[in-house]
């Protein structure tokens, strides 16, 4: 019992941050209609740029300056290539953040370095034992892991208040519903994608820093925020809550199969789990768990 | 001589529809794969064979392969890797499990197989499009990666799925050199290319483009989108499970699945965005500047008298493929083929542009 209820915790852990990463693509898709195949990438990026910076000041410092840096590259990105593409198919949008994936991974790389480098964030490393009266046992929970869950809701709960009640969060729904409408009304389309990249880039650095904190930051991070494909697909593409709890999910899922299923099946079932999902749920309501319907014959 | 067609005339129908309609096309094509298959074979060093032209040879099959799915049917996909991968294990299983098996036979079979498992992975093209077709293509990446390293009986059961090719033979004729596995990796590519070029300029191809451009006009004038779709997903998964199996015999020799990972894929796709979507010429443009970018990249830090760590240069070599996508995205969407297709126009007219 107490075995299966560690297993679980460890999944939804892994679920919050495919959450997170889930939750920059929504972003970006819901806004501007990209499906941002870089994410993973600016992940990496994030999280490199802070690993480094805090080898030379206190990480609070090292953190904002990784933030001036997404959002410069938020405008970049706006600058050089998204304004040039306006209006192009969504495939050739996602092929150029390929692109842009491929360049910052590289760029991140040559600047930053390539090796592993630590994120320390001074959190405590010992895990607390609850629940020992309850269960024979007892449960560990890493407090680190939890102080990570409450930053993760926390950060998504200022999002939810940043988009409803601010004036900058309310164009950017506007946006997101009618790109055309929003126009009419003199919303500037540029200038709230580069607000919605620099908040993705926001939300990479967060992702960045909670998963560099645990392991260490390194380029399979890019690779590992491709499991944030599948869970847009099963939250949905433009549902907020879509990505948590797809990645919720997708985390707690993926964990179980590999303890119960995977001996039967091999092992290492973890790398394409989550795509299995996917695929069940595009084939029965191709509009994911929470996303809008959206009429597209094929 | 200058390039015109001025004064061939086409007097037949036969003559009008020829692949390349201008004399001086034929009399180039001619003399191109004279020199492919005469001059290079002698002259070329085992190195420039090895490292550089049969890569090219067999990359440049595969992007054709996904140039059929990509650029003429318009289905995305992600996951090329595995289908050559699954080219490879099929190839390599035949040769295996059934002694005696002439290569090429087996070859063909591993590209039926690989058919066969890429229409199953197309079946959710005809619910889904674009993003979402992405991300199923993308399961199919991932599968086969876990499938080949963890079934032991697909790699006749050795750990972690890494196997050695068996020997090469065609007619009796072992292919152990460079100039053999050049010759015999050309010769392929050229039966695949002229029947991939013929058929999209056929009734198929004219179905697949109808598809692409918009699939609910195409279905009204008749064309059946499943079957537009699936035999594209076929064709595709067909060619590039030849040159998965072209890959991992003749140019690796023994491999792993992690040979087909999903930086094969990605590296395919941006073959054919760079030399051309929806164009035979543009795979081959394509192939060849990826398999030549890094090594030119290798080459610029000693001839600039820089010196460069190899990791800066792999670095280098992301950030320049990066550029370059985003670059003919925006500029030139078409490719390198269309830039080649502008000059040839430019040509006609030159040196009197009126």
């Not at chain 1, 607390?128 to 409450?150: F, Q, R, W």
């Not at chain 1, 990645?247 to 299995?276: C, M, Q, T």
């Not at chain 2, 060093?45 to 099959?61: M, N």
């Not at chain 2, 699945?257 to 999903?262: L, Y």
């Amino acid at each position: 019992m107490g075995f299966l209820i560690e297993t679980v915790i460890a999944g939804l852990m892994s679920g919050v941050l495919y959450a997170l990463i889930a939750l920059g693509f929504v972003l970006i898709f819901k806004a501007s209609g990209v499906f941002n195949f870089a994410q993973g990438a600016m992940v990496l990026f994030a999280a490199l740029a802070m690993a480094r910076l805090q080898e030379h000041m206190p990480w609070p410092l090292a953190f904002a300056l990784a933030f001036l840096i997404m959002v410069m590259l938020a405008w970049l990105i706006e600058r050089l290539v998204l304004r040039h593409l306006v209006n192009q198919h969504g495939v050739t949008l996602l092929m150029a953040t390929l692109g842009i994936a491929y360049f910052l991974e590289g760029l991140g790389q040559m600047v930053w370095g390539d090796d592993i480098y630590p994120i320390n964030l001074g959190l405590p490393k010992q895990p607390t034992l609850v629940l020992d009266k309850v269960i024979p046992g007892g449960v560990l929970i890493s407090n680190e892991d939890l102080i990570a869950a409450i930053s993760a809701a926390a950060l998504v709960a200022l999002l939810t208040l940043f988009f409803q009640k601010s004036g900058i969060g309310r164009a950017l729904r506007a946006v997101a519903d009618d790109h055309q409408a929003a126009q009419s009304i003199g919303i500037p389309l540029s200038r709230m994608w580069v607000i919605v990249w620099a908040i993705a880039g926001l939300v990479a650095l967060v992702t960045g820093m909670i998963w560099g904190s645990k392991l260490g930051v390194q380029f399979s991070l890019s690779l590992i925020a491709l499991k944030g494909l599948p869970v847009v697909i099963l939250g949905g593409l433009t549902s907020v809550p879509g990505a948590i709890v797809g990645g919720l999910i997708v985390g707690l899922g993926e964990k179980l199969a590999e303890v119960y299923l995977g001996p039967a099946l091999g092992g290492g079932i973890e790398s394409w789990f989550a795509y299995l999902l996917a695929l069940v749920v595009l084939l029965i309501r191709p509009q994911g768990l929470f996303g809008e319907r959206i009429i597209d014959r094929v | 001589m200058f390039y015109r067609e001025n004064g061939q005339f086409k007097t037949s129908y036969v003559s009008d529809t020829q692949i390349f309609p201008i004399l001086q096309d034929r009399w180039f094509v001619a003399a191109l794969l004279a020199v492919a298959f005469v001059a290079i074979p002698l002259l070329g060093s085992d190195y420039l064979l090895r490292a550089l032209l049969i890569p090219f040879l067999i990359l440049s099959l595969a992007a054709l392969g996904l140039n059929v799915l990509v650029g003429y049917c318009g289905q995305i996909s992600l996951g090329t890797g595995a289908f050559m991968a699954v080219g490879a294990y099929a190839a390599f299983n035949l040769m295996v499990r059934i002694s005696g098996l002439p290569l090429l036979v087996a070859l063909v079979l591993a590209g039926l197989i690989a058919a066969v498992i890429g229409m199953v992975f197309g079946l959710p093209s005809l619910r889904i499009r674009g993003l979402y077709l992405a991300v199923a293509t993308l399961a199919a990446q991932f599968f086969a990666d876990w499938v080949f390293s963890h079934v032991p009986w697909l790699t006749n059961g050795s750990s972690s799925g890494s196997v050695t090719a068996p020997n090469l033979q065609v007619f009796g004729l072992a292919i152990d050199t460079p100039v053999r596995k050049y010759l015999f990796c050309l010769a392929i590519l050229c039966v695949l290319a002229l029947a991939v070029k013929n058929l999209v300029r056929g009734r198929k191809g004219r179905e697949w483009m109808a598809t692409r451009d918009m699939d609910v006009a195409a279905s009204v004038i008749g064309i059946s989108p499943v079957r537009a779709k699936l035999s594209a997903f076929a064709v595709s998964s067909f060619i590039t499970g030849i040159a998965g199996a072209l890959w991992a015999f003749v140019h690796l020799g023994s491999w792993e699945p992690a040979a087909f990972n999903i930086d094969v894929s990605l590296k395919l796709l941006f073959m054919i965005i760079i030399g051309g979507l929806g164009s035979v010429m543009g795979s081959f443009f394509g192939a060849a500047f990826i398999v030549l970018l890094p090594i030119f990249l290798n080459q610029l830090p000693g001839l600039l008298g820089i010196p460069a760590s190899t990791s800066l240069i792999s670095h280098l070599e992301f950030m320049t493929f990066g550029v370059l996508i985003v670059v003919f995205l925006i500029a030139e969407p078409h490719g390198l083929a269309a830039l080649w297709n502008t000059a040839k126009n430019k040509l006609r007219l030159w040196p009197f542009p009126h």
